[in-house]
Structure formats: structure tokens, C-alpha cells
Nanobody, 122 residues
Framework: QVQLVESGGGLVQAGGSLRLSCAASGSIFSSYAMGWSRQAPGKEREFVAAITRSGGRYYADSVKGRFTISRDNVKNTVYLQMNSLKPEDTAVYYC????????????????WGQGTLVTVSS
């Protein structure tokens, strides 16, 4: 099974940008659909973005047009480029993976990273 390690979180002002990275190891990265979810303080975890094995992309309405998910199957890494950040984007961001495909990633992925904190100040 793949193991996931996120990086790139931090503090940014509203309107700024951050790029999150998720490095995968331990299995065949290209066989997994990948995604990002987030959990804000006091709220339930929510889907943010997902990418299929072949590069098809899906986004939550709240981030569409501002966030971009991508993957590099040579570097075994998935990225989340976040632009025009808002205070409501503040959350712990989790990378996730599922060999069953993107629907599983969006619903209840089988593998999760430890998370990286993103804080957007107003």
C-alpha cells in the first residue's frame, strides 16, 4: 500500500498562493487515483480535489477556478496549487489515495497522509 507525506502548508495572507505537495512511496503510484481533502476547525472533513490515474480532474465548487491539482508519475508526487486564498480556506489539508479510482478518493479513500496546516489571514 502507498504511504503519503504532505508538505507546503503555512501561513499566507488572503489573496496569496501556496502549493502543497504529497510524496508517495511504497507502491506503484501511477495505479492510484489521488486527491486532497481538508478539515477546518470545528468542521467535518470535506473533499477538495481529485485526479484520476490518467489525469482527469475534479474539484469542489468552493475551490473551482482557484485550485489546481496535478500529478507527476515520475516523481511520485501529487500537487495542489492554491491561488486567491481566502480565510475560509484555513484548514488541515490531507492527501489521499485509492487504487479503486477517483470516485473512491472523493468518497472514502483507503490511504491518508498526516496532513499539513494551511492558515489564511485576513
Amino acid at each position: 500500500q502507498v504511504q503519503l507525506v504532505e508538505s507546503g502548508g503555512g501561513l499566507v495572507q488572503a489573496g496569496g498562493s501556496l502549493r502543497l505537495s504529497c510524496a508517495a512511496s511504497g507502491s506503484i503510484f501511477s495505479s492510484y487515483a489521488m486527491g486532497w481533502s481538508r478539515q477546518a476547525p470545528g468542521k467535518e472533513r470535506e473533499f477538495v480535489a481529485a485526479i484520476t490515474r490518467s489525469g482527469g480532474r475534479y474539484y469542489a465548487d468552493s475551490v473551482k477556478g482557484r485550485f489546481t491539482i496535478s500529478r507527476d508519475n515520475v516523481k511520485n508526487t501529487v500537487y495542489l496549487q492554491m491561488n486567491s486564498l481566502k480565510p475560509e480556506d484555513t484548514a488541515v489539508y490531507y492527501c489521499n489515495a485509492d487504487h479503486r479510482g477517483v470516485v473512491a478518493v472523493m468518497d472514502s479513500a483507503e490511504v491518508w497522509g498526516q496532513g499539513t496546516l494551511v492558515t489564511v489571514s485576513s
